[in-house]
């Protein structure tokens, strides 16, 4: 669409939906040539029954309305700051709000490059534990960082008018960074078909956000907006770690503190990638 733009090619609402719609198809198709060269399944329905489909909406809806109640968590601020401050702050707000969806990014491309690596070396179980606490402290270092370059960044990036965006994002870094932990784990309890677990720390989640917005927008603005978002992040992440805990049969300290072994297969997986052995 950029390179359509540049070429002097019209692009409307229209086109944006015919690319979206594109985009998933190819997936799709990608996955499908992939699924099949990989397995023996083939495409029919001969293997499904009843049970089989009932218990496939039963996961699948409990899935969408905790996909809904997170969606509803990320976008609610936005409505409750623009009723009460109007869409001016909405935008500050809004970038530093994208700038930490960024930071999100790190710990699935962390799960994809890690887990198949370690995976000779440890069970299942420590792998995810292992996995998670490294991205968490990757990304609070990475927070630490940000916090002395990212107001240049924004200056010169989107103008001295966008500073406000610097002590936004840093304080939903308070709240953001440990969500990590719930990014990595909500995969987890459905990958083990707990999937009420995330749609509870949704809903917390979302609860949280719309109490506190309501509370402290109206008097701090986007920077209450902010405060909210942080606190709800932090309150899923809390309800995760507990439930992880309970699941895996683990100390708190496992969760979230690195160990020098961590570092040393860290270590060794990135000699291994690097050089191929």
């Known amino acids: 669409l950029y390179l359509l733009k540049l070429n002097g090619y019209e692009v409307g609402l229209r086109e944006v939906i015919m690319?979206?719609?594109?985009?998933?198809?190819?997936?799709?198709?990608?996955s499908l040539v992939y699924l099949r060269r990989d397995t023996i399944l083939r495409f029919n329905f001969s293997f499904i029954d009843f049970n089989t489909v009932r218990?496939?909406?039963?996961?699948?809806?409990?899935?969408?309305?905790?996909?809904?109640?997170?969606?509803?968590?990320?976008?609610?601020?936005?409505?409750?700051?623009?009723?009460?401050?109007g869409s001016k702050e909405v935008g500050t707000y809004a970038l530093a709000f994208s700038l930490m969806q960024k930071m999100w990014i790190l710990p699935t491309s962390i799960g994809f490059v890690l887990l198949p690596l370690i995976s000779k070396d440890i069970d299942t179980s420590k792998r995810l534990i292992v996995i998670s606490r490294i991205a968490l402290w990757i990304l609070i270092s990475f927070g630490f960082v940000l916090v002395f370059i990212l107001?240049?960044?924004i200056v010169l990036l989107y103008g001295v008018e966008f500073i406000d965006t610097y002590y936004l994002l840093i304080i939903m870094l308070l709240g953001g960074i440990p969500f990590t932990l719930t990014s990595i784990y909500t995969s987890y309890f459905a990958g083990i078909g707990k999937v009420?677990?995330?749609?509870?720390?949704?809903?917390?989640?979302?609860?949280g956000t719309v109490v506190l917005d309501i509370a402290l927008i109206p008097k701090y603005g986007n920077k209450g907006a902010a405060i909210a978002s942080s606190i709800s992040y932090f309150s899923s992440t809390v309800y995760s770690?507990?439930?992880m805990k309970r699941l895996m049969n683990v100390n708190y300290k496992d969760l979230l503190f690195v160990s020098r072994s961590d570092i040393n297969l860290l270590v060794g997986v990135v000699r291994k990638y690097k050089?191929?052995?």
């Not at 690319?19 to 990608?30: D, P, T």
């Not at 809806?61 to 409750?80: E, M």
């Not at 009420?196 to 609860?207: A, D, P, T």
Request: with cysteine.
């Open 19 to 30: 690319a979206y719609c594109i985009m998933h198809w190819v997936q799709l198709i990608i």
């Open 55 to 85: 218990y496939l909406w039963a996961f699948a809806g409990v899935l969408y309305v905790a996909n809904s109640l997170q969606f509803l968590n990320y976008r609610i601020d936005f409505w409750i700051l623009e009723y009460f401050q």
């Open 151 to 153: 107001r240049p960044t």
């Open 196 to 207: 009420k677990y995330n749609m509870y720390g949704s809903l917390i989640g979302l609860v």
């Open 241 to 243: 770690v507990v439930i």
């Open 275 to 277: 050089f191929g052995n």
